[in-house]
């Protein structure tokens, strides 16, 4: 018999070329493979969202409703950062959490009403995670919680603690995707079923390309140094271009591509002006998945140089697992999840924001030679999306018994 499944989700990708929760996107690509389950994903609606995207997915097994929560161009809750810091940078996006709460409810609700689900997947805590529970109880199925991080690390108000402990203790399973996320959310519900599970990455298009540095036109002794994600605060790119001023004095042949958009870009463009860095760093904006093996197989180095800040701290970046099955050395930081990877030998690891000892491991792993492409390859096949999407399916099977 097919089982169908109701994921929530507040973001998810809007386009082929948006990175939003991509993770979400090659796990259930992964999972609709198997014909045994059928998913259904509602998502936060955006006015920047391409409907032939989601059209397409149709034929790869999955549906993607969006749920709009507010006149389409003023939705400006989601999407482009995290919520935290678009709630900071906008002070007009805390109006729109009431209505993404009720819109939220009023779709699920609708959905379940007129489809034949046997299980509902909230990805985070809140407010999905809350729907997802609440209507769980309504309609009489089990609930599967996933938690990023960003909830666990973001989020400290005693009324959100008291929302996400009655969410933790209330669904039948708690996906957290570290073994630290793990830890907090037991500190906060410690009667909670929680597994650990990290989301993953398609291991066939994440993989080395040979001749990338001549396909982006980069001299083969230029040094490069990668950095791909959101332009936000939790994400540390300013501790990156403080350290490229330390860089360049014992570097020659260097330069720093910076893939992403978000809230922060206006700042970034201003600081390599400010630093007179232009001839260095390149701001290449939104790079298709796509074509980031090739920018990850350009880069001799790749830079996560995360920090813990108002828009929370990092689960496990999937940046990192995508430079590690592309066979990439990373330098990053023990923030959050990320600490679960340091017995890893492709990753070094930098104090969180200090340019100055960032700059000092990047030249030291730059200088490195024991670590192989093959290696960091192998090192993460612990992400390859089809294990991860066959353990996801097992966790399905077992609330579904």
């Known amino acids: 018999m ?14 082929d070329t948006d990175i939003s929760a991509i993770f979400l996107k090659s796990l259930y690509e992964a999972m609709a493979k198997v014909v045994k389950i059928r998913i259904t994903i509602l998502a936060a609606d955006h006015e920047d969202v391409d409907s032939d995207f989601d059209d397409k997915l149709v034929k790869q097994g999955l549906k993607v409703k969006r749920y709009r929560y507010f006149f389409r161009r003023w939705q400006t809750l989601l999407y482009g950062d995290a919520a935290l810091s678009n709630l900071r940078k906008n002070s007009f996006s805390a109006f729109l959490l009431i209505p993404l709460l009720l819109s939220l409810f009023i779709y699920s609700i609708f959905e379940l009403a007129h489809g034949k689900y046997s299980l509902i997947h909230a990805h985070w805590s809140l407010p999905t995670g809350l729907v997802a529970v609440i209507l769980g109880k309504l309609f009489h199925m089990p609930v599967m919680v996933t938690s990023h991080g960003g909830d666990i690390y973001g989020l400290h108000g005693n009324v959100s603690r008291m929302l996400q402990k009655w969410v933790f203790s209330e669904a039948e399973m708690v996906n957290a995707v570290s073994q630290p996320v793990m830890k907090e959310i037991k500190l906060l519900a410690p009667r909670s079923h929680v597994i650990v599970k990290s989301m993953g990455v398609d291991d066939d298009l994440f993989s080395p390309v040979s001749d990338a540095k001549k396909q982006l036109g980069i001299a083969d002794d230029s040094k490069v140094l990668l950095f791909v994600g959101r332009f936000s605060e939790k994400k540390g790119v300013e501790y990156l271009l403080e350290a490229t001023e330390i860089i360049k004095q014992k570097i020659n042949n260097f330069q720093i591509l910076l893939i992403g958009k978000g809230n922060l870009e206006k700042k970034i463009r201003e600081i390599i002006g400010e630093k007179k860095l232009q001839g260095i760093v390149k701001v290449l904006g939104v790079v298709e998945n796509a074509r980031l093996p090739i920018y990850y197989s ?19 970046p999937v940046t990192i697992m995508e430079g590690l099955l592309c066979g990439r050395k990373i330098v990053t930081t023990k923030v959050g999840g990320i600490v679960e990877l340091s017995e890893l030998k492709s990753i070094f690891f930098s104090e969180q924001k200090n ?6 491991v990047i030249c030291n792993a730059l200088e490195d030679k024991n670590i192989l492409p093959n290696e960091s390859r192998e090192e993460g096949m612990r ?10 399916i097992g ?6 018994k």
Do not use: H, M
Request: hydrophobic residues 45%; contains cysteine; negative net charge.
């Open 2 to 15: 097919r089982k169908n499944v109701l994921v929530l989700t507040t973001c998810y990708p809007l386009s």
């Open 298 to 316: 350009a880069a001799d180095l790749l830079v996560v140089p995360s920090v813990a800040d108002v828009g929370g701290q990092e689960g496990l």
């Open 355 to 360: 340019g100055e000892n960032l700059a000092k």
């Open 383 to 392: 992400f390859s999306i089809n294990k991860v999407a066959a353990d996801f």
């Open 395 to 400: 966790y399905y099977e077992e609330l579904l």
